[in-house]
């Protein structure tokens, strides 16, 4: 099962957050299809997903996404992925 909880940071108080659920087991290959429906729903632009941002999220259950991240500009700071365990 895969629960990611989702943070939109700013100013180091959250203030939008979402968790995705999926029945499935995490598959990395999809991690972008995940991190798309998780700014869909926060109502955010989708950042770059880069290598380093998935072995961060493999390794450390945790990645966070910066203004530098972004295509776009956005009115936070900071986007935080982080693994909940079942």
Not at 16 to 40: A, G, H, P, T
Not at 54 to 77: P, Q
């Amino acid at each position: 099962m895969i629960r990611i909880w989702a943070k939109v940071v700013k100013n180091n108080k959250i203030k939008k957050q979402y968790v995705l659920e999926k029945s499935e087991n995490m598959d990395y290959s999809m991690f972008f299809e995940y991190l798309r429906e998780i700014c869909e729903n926060l109502d955010i632009a989708t950042p770059v997903l880069i290598k380093t941002h998935l072995f961060n999220y493999a390794k450390y259950n945790v990645v966070r996404f910066s203004a530098d991240d972004f295509m776009e500009s956005i009115d936070f700071d900071k986007l935080v992925l982080e693994n909940i365990f079942v």
